[in-house]
């Protein structure tokens, strides 16, 4: 049985999937401030230094935020980058080989974007952490059903409507479900690329083949 440890289960990408590993036959430990209280994972709650983080043979992480919802750019990068990284350096000492991150469409170090930026520079950092594969998927904007203020519902609303006719387009929004898929396949794959980055158009390709009941709302 393959073991996972998952950061951000109680997020977008990481509430969607927590469930696949576990229908999937992983032995799944997720991390986290809050419980998720998700059949067949094993919840591990409190502040990074406070838990043992078990051995693993992949781990997930699906922390992140958004500059407007962290209220300045210190309180962003506290989140997207540091506490990312100190994830990602807790599982290489518990002995974790693969580490899949899910950064953005657009990530580099050198975009005149801040929210871009720091995605690069966590990209670059954990590269250099010595993980044997380093697993980077670049989704774009995320349609996901949690309910939010009225034009985030707007905005994914017309999304899904405009997706079936946008399929050319290389940024085009992505079902969170999606992406998780193709997290799966990534980790469960036999290629052993040091660093693979996957871009948006890929995730599209990898996650559209459903492999169990959708997670519940």
Known sequence: MTRALVAGGTGAVGRALLPLLSISGWEVHAWGRRRTDIAGVTDLVGQLHEVTLPAADVAFCALGTTRKQAG????FRAIDQ????????????????????????????????????????VEQAIAGIGFRRVIVVRPSLLLDDRPGRPAEQVAVSLARCFAPVLTWLPARAIEVRTVAMAMVRLAESQDETKLWVVE??????????DIGPSPPG
Do not use: D, W
């Open 200 to 209: 948006n158009p890929a995730l599209h390709g990898m996650g559209v083949v």
């Open 82 to 121: 540091e506490l990312v990284l100190s994830f990602a350096r807790a599982c290489h000492a518990a002995g974790v080989g693969t580490f899949v991150f899910v950064s953005s469409a657009g990530a580099s170090a050198t975009s005149p974007s801040f929210y871009l930026r720091v995605k690069g520079e």
């Open 72 to 75: 300045s750019e210190a309180a």
